[in-house]
């Protein structure tokens, strides 16, 4: 059996290896390193591919977040909206903007943020919501753009997890996670579904003035030189990570299909178990959920594969792993609205039962495209072994 790993990215790299090195050289041949004709042709293929009229590239993930509400123009003091179950880096650049986080619980199936919640949150001084796709599995948007519809909000959709996804709407039609909201904001952290060799982030809207600013507010706020407009800051991709992440889109779809596979082979095996709680997808009515997964859409990347554990044993598994080397993931540990930096009198524990519960109970598996059945049929006997 091959070595177990969370993320296999030379094994991934191997079968591209070749197409990558030669872009790698190209750009290095070119010169031009910073908004190179490398930058401009991922970009125009990730537009292509994501059905948005504009992407504009930057930094890393948590710059596209930043530079989403800026640009939006969103106020010190303006409430945000978002999930309590989920990275630091969601509410952070909310709190880093003076803007007020405003933290909600998460649905008990998906881990998404929860309607209900959403709606019971929103105040007059709510300007935005940032619904996250977590662990790759599309937010409930259809329901959630009526709600900021409804409320005269904007929508920024942490789409850090689930490039590649599909949401279908109730009509029928799809379109990519990301897309659906005012704005859309990913990362390209090497572990992503599509990951550069370093960091890297993109920005989504179809939304001509919306897209216009942020080109500003990415270059120092310029758009002629030396001519500062808006209030800016420095995040660009650099030429190389475009190159390598252009090579990486042709396969995206592959790589989603993949990792799709690899989540029915662990649900196969762990749903018989009535300890362990697999993942679902109910992002709409038409999702077939017989087996938890859904087989007829793409509304889960599977970013991470994370199971639930009901019977007080997650730790003995945790445990258990160290001492097998079997690599795992506890995302996340502590909620947000119990972390020393986002702390608030304003949060009452029962309004957040669902997370609290997660924090508890939640493990995520090895999960990437080189995956195999072997692998994955020793990763479950182990798991059973311990939970039953």
Do not use: W
């Not at 909206?81 to 989920?86: A, K, L």
């Not at 986080?101 to 959403?118: A, E, G, H, Q, S």
């Not at 669902?354 to 990437?368: F, K």
């Amino acid at each position: 059996m091959k070595k177990l790993q969370m993320v296999d990215l030379k094994g991934q790299y191997e079968k591209i290896k070749e197409e990558v090195d030669k872009s790698i050289i190209d750009v290095v041949d070119s010169t031009a390193y910073i908004n190179g004709p490398a930058v401009k042709q991922f970009q125009e293929n990730l537009e292509q591919y994501m059905g948005v009229k504009h992407v504009i590239p930057c930094a890393n993930g948590t710059d596209a977040l930043q530079i989403s509400m800026m640009a939006i123009g969103l106020k010190p003091g303006d409430e945000v909206i978002t999930v309590d179950f989920t990275f630091a880096a969601t509410v952070e650049v909310i709190a880093l903007l003076n803007l007020t986080p405003v933290l909600i619980d998460v649905d008990k199936d998906t881990f998404n943020i929860d309607l209900i919640k959403l709606e019971q949150a929103i105040t007059p001084k709510t300007k935005a919501i940032v619904p996250v796709h977590l662990f790759g599995h599309v937010a409930q948007m259809e329901e959630i753009m009526d709600i900021a519809k409804k409320h005269n909000l904007y929508v920024i959709e942490d789409n850090a997890q689930a490039i590649g996804a599909n949401y279908t709407f109730k009509d029928g039609s799809q379109q990519k996670a990301g897309t659906i909201g005012n704005v859309g904001a990913t990362s390209f952290f090497p572990s992503k579904n599509l990951g550069a060799y370093g960091d890297g982030g993109a920005i989504f809207t179809n939304n001509d003035d919306l897209a216009h600013t942020i080109r500003g507010v990415v270059n120092h706020g310029m758009y002629e030189r030396y001519h500062h407009d808006v209030v800016g800051v420095n995040s660009r991709l650099d030429s190389v990570q475009a190159a390598i992440l252009d090579i990486k889109l042709k396969h995206l779809d592959d790589y989603s299909f993949r990792r799709q596979n690899a989540a029915r082979h662990y649900t196969e095996v762990l749903s018989k178990s009535e300890n362990i709680e697999t993942p679902k997808t109910i992002t709409h009515k038409q999702c077939d959920n017989s087996k938890g997964i859904c087989d007829t859409c793409d509304c889960h990347v599977f970013h991470q594969y994370t199971i639930k554990i009901k019977n007080g044993k997650r730790g003995e598994l945790v445990d258990h792993f160290k001492a097998n080397n079997i690599p795992h993931g506890v995302y996340y540990p502590i909620p947000l609205h119990s972390q020393k930096a986002y702390k608030d009198e304003r949060y009452d524990e029962k309004e957040f039962k669902v997370t609290n519960e997660l924090v508890d109970e939640v493990i995520s598996l090895p999960m990437h495209t080189e995956l195999d059945k072997e692998q994955i049929d020793y990763i479950t006997s182990e798991i059973i072994k311990v939970i039953g």
